[in-house]
């Protein structure tokens, strides 16, 4: 029997698949249109990882959700932010 563990599991790996076949979306639009981004995935693998006794850091859970490391993949993939992204970036985190 499977059970909601195995599914959420199979889920997370499902989006970060989905998220690798997608490099040409940038964390700033993740974030102005979802309010997350890859960077905050390896912050909740860390975490998670963390409350299960597992000694995982920042840059080990952000080569899991990268599937590089993230200087690699920054290097290859990110581009520079344009001024419309800072902008509504700006906008919705303002608190």
């Given at each position: 029997m499977?059970?909601?563990?195995?599914?959420?599991?199979?889920?997370?790996?499902?989006?970060?698949?989905?998220?690798?076949?997608?490099?040409?979306?940038q964390?700033i639009?993740?974030?102005?249109?979802?309010g997350?981004?890859?960077?905050?995935?390896?912050?909740?693998?860390?975490?998670?990882?963390?409350e299960?006794?597992?000694?995982?850091?920042?840059?080990?859970?952000?080569?899991?959700?990268?599937?590089?490391?993230y200087?690699?993949?920054?290097a290859?993939?990110?581009?520079?932010?344009?001024?419309?992204?800072?902008?509504?970036?700006?906008?919705?985190n303002?608190?």
């Amino acid at each position: 029997m499977t059970s909601p563990t195995d599914l959420e599991a199979a889920v997370l790996r499902r989006l970060i698949a989905h998220l690798d076949e997608r490099k040409d979306v940038q964390n700033i639009d993740l974030m102005n249109l979802a309010g997350f981004c890859r960077n905050c995935l390896s912050k909740w693998y860390r975490d998670a990882a963390q409350e299960a006794g597992l000694d995982v850091d920042y840059e080990q859970a952000r080569e899991r959700v990268y599937g590089m490391p993230y200087s690699e993949w920054k290097a290859r993939y990110q581009t520079p932010v344009s001024d419309a992204q800072q902008a509504l970036y700006a906008q919705r985190n303002e608190h």
